[in-house]
T-cell receptor, first 113, second 113 residues
Framework: DGGITQSPKYLFRKEGQNVTLSCEQN?????MYWYRQDPGQGLRLIYY???????QKGDIAEGYSVSREKKESFPLTVTSAQKNPTAFYLCASRPIQGVNVLTFGAGSRLTVL | GEDVEQSLFLSVREGDSSVINCTYTDSSSTYLYWYKQEPGAGLQLLTY?????DMKQDQRLTVLLNKKDKHLSLRIADTQTGDSAIYFCAESIGPGGYQKVTFGTGTKLQVIP
């Protein structure tokens, strides 16, 4: 079955450490997105990418980095510069053509100790 | 700029209709969406409406769009306990392949048996 796989589901890290969240899709979608979800704030866009080797900052990119070396993969690194990294992170993808409907992964919950 | 607003909480009795409201600010939106999120999971698309439509019905779901007031609503008929979840309104903005999807804060629907 086609879909988006995020890993790990739960992740704990110490302050000052970088951590990378994985997002892989086998839907042949061109565009991929990372959102952060906090209670009462909904989803906020971190980064998005429309094609391989190209990506744009979203509304809250500071303290995060991404890469898009392959169409299927869009990993997100939460760096030590991110002041409040504890959150639920959601990856999504969509085709460039047709209706702009996002398909989401199941999410990764990051907790900084 | 873009901003999508929703009330945070709605409580209804099982069997009643639920109406979840959303306002948006960007008049250039192409598509507007409703997504559902169950606890600890990613978002799943419920329905969407193209910006030149006023209404869309899909089984128990009715979407109404008032472009003049930039108001979107989702009506769920005969609400069931399985409908308890967070519902997100979202809009798609931007040209062609570089569309950006902006989400509201989410409305938590509680269905009382």
């Amino acid at each position: 079955d086609g879909g988006i796989t995020q890993s790990p589901k739960y992740l704990f890290r110490k302050e000052g450490q970088n951590v990378t969240l994985s997002c892989e899709q086998n839907l042949n979608h061109d565009a991929m997105y990372w959102y952060r979800q906090d209670p009462g704030q909904g989803l906020r866009l971190i980064y998005y990418s429309q094609i391989v080797n190209d990506f744009q900052k979203g509304d809250i990119a500071e303290g995060y980095s991404v890469s898009r070396e392959k169409k299927e993969s869009f990993p997100l690194t939460v760096t030590s510069a991110q002041k409040n990294p504890t959150a639920f992170y959601l990856c999504a993808s969509r085709p460039i053509q047709g209706v702009n409907v996002l398909t989401f992964g199941a999410g990764s919950r990051l907790t900084v100790l | 700029g873009e901003d999508v607003e929703q009330s945070l909480f709605l409580s209804v009795r099982e069997g009643d209709s639920s109406v979840i409201n959303c306002t948006y600010t960007d008049s250039s939106s192409t598509y507007l969406y409703w997504y559902k999120q169950e606890p600890g999971a990613g978002l799943q698309l419920l329905t969407y409406i193209f910006s030149n439509m006023d209404m869309k019905q899909d089984q128990r779901l009715t979407v109404l769009l008032n472009k003049k007031d930039k108001h979107l609503s989702l009506r769920i008929a005969d609400t069931q306990t399985g409908d308890s979840a967070i519902y997100f309104c979202a809009e798609s903005i931007g040209p062609g392949g570089y569309q950006k999807v902006t989400f509201g804060t989410g409305t938590k629907l509680q269905v009382i048996p």
